[in-house]
């Protein structure tokens, strides 16, 4: 018996889109190209299936047949990913102030946004250090661990007392929690009408980012998260007042 779920009988547009999406998401972070077998088992698509519309995706650049067989996500993709970075104006806001919070505290800084179930690295500026917490951008990485994680899910509303202290102090932080060798800090960074637009990181090896490290380092951390809130139309007041808090 096959182990690919049946086609459904529905071939309107949205049912054709919906395959098709299907194949572009089979693609993982660490995937340079797969098989045609590899897609099938993965959209639970029929290779016939895959075949039709992976033709029709490769006409439209959005996928690459190598001379081996395998599949490649296509130039288009790449495309539309620029055009979505650059449509948000994040980047022009975000990069400077993510270089000036690297050059003072000499560690990685990163911006992650929600994608549903998980994280994903936007924009990144690496530390000079040989040893540092290697993350790139589009990387992928889990909510439930990693102050990261922990900051979009608190101040995207997740209820709980782990949470509503995240809130309340304004910042997330992780020792050990994702890996057990790499520590960080996260705050959010707000826009229009306060909505959450992601989360900015200051991470690295645990053996330099202890609690002093991270003491030293948030007020940094606060005017990035803050300035960054400012600059894409959000109110930091909100920011403000959980950190005069913490200061209180």
């Known amino acids: 018996m096959s182990d690919v779920t049946p086609e459904p009988k529905d071939s309107s547009g949205v049912a054709v889109i919906d395959r098709a999406c299907a194949i572009l998401f089979a693609f993982k972070p660490d995937d340079s190209a797969l098989t045609l077998a590899e897609l099938a088992a993965r959209t639970g ?11 029709a995706l490769i006409q439209h650049r959005m ?33 400077p102030l993510m270089r000036e919070l690297a050059d003072v505290s000499g560690e990685s800084v990163s911006f992650y946004v929600r994608d549903d179930a998980v994280r994903v690295c936007l924009h990144r500026v690496d530390s000079t250090h040989a040893v540092r917490f290697h993350v790139r951008e589009g990387d992928v990485l889990p909510l439930e661990h990693g102050s990261g994680g922990l900051a979009l899910l608190a101040f995207g509303g997740e209820k709980g007392d782990v949470y509503d202290r995240i809130r309340e102090v304004g910042y997330s932080v992780s020792m050990g929690d994702r890996e057990r060798d790499t520590a960080g800090v996260s705050m959010p960074v707000f826009g229009v009408r306060q909505t959450l637009r992601g989360v900015v990181t200051l991470a690295g090896p645990s053996s330099r980012i202890d609690r002093a490290f991270i003491d030293r380092h948030l007020t940094d951390l606060f005017s990035c998260a803050a300035r960054a809130t400012d600059g894409l139309g959000g109110d930091s007041r ?6 005069k808090r913490r200061e209180g």
């Open 63 to 95: 996928l690459m047949r190598l001379d081996d067989g395998r599949y490649q996500l296509g130039p288009a993709t790449f495309m539309l990913g620029a055009l979505y970075q650059r449509s948000l104006n994040l980047g022009d806001i975000l990069l």
């Open 238 to 243: 909100a920011l403000r007042a959980a950190w």
């Open 45 to 55: 698509l029929y290779k016939s299936t895959l075949l039709r519309l992976a033709g």
